[in-house]
């Protein structure tokens, strides 16, 4: 089991910056995907960032350039670098892990994700 939890989120004006945290903790499988995803009202879950323990990294097209992804690896938390925020950024963020499957990249689909945190709220106002 491994047991992930989120923090950071907020409320922000347009062009304002916010740093998510995903502290992760359990047993993460030796190869491992973990992705940050976010979900708006009407919308399906999009993954905006996944990597590997390789720190190969892959971002969605819509948040190329204003997010970025980092981490400590005394705590094992990882970070979600927000800045230039826009409208559409406004989402329930969750942080994901799961199994990378051998030859193949960290996928964006989060059906691919086994273990999810409860999210945190991000609200960008114009």
């Known amino acids: 089991q491994v047991q992930l939890v989120e923090s950071g989120g907020g409320s922000v004006q347009s062009g304002g910056s916010l740093r998510l945290s995903c502290a992760i903790s359990?047993?993460?499988?030796?190869?491992?995907?973990i992705g940050w995803f976010r979900q708006a009202p009407g919308k399906e879950r999009e993954g905006v960032a996944v990597f590997d323990r390789w720190r190969n990294i892959r971002y969605a097209d819509s948040v190329k350039g204003r997010f970025t992804i980092s981490q400590d690896n005394v705590t094992s938390t990882r970070y979600l670098q927000m800045v230039s925020l826009e409208t559409e950024d406004t989402a329930m963020y969750y942080c994901a892990a799961g199994p990378r499957l051998a030859g193949l990249s960290c996928s964006r689909a989060a059906e691919r994700y086994n273990f999810w945190g409860q999210g945190t709220q991000v609200t960008v106002s114009s």
């Open positions: 359990g047993d993460m499988y030796t190869d491992y995907c």
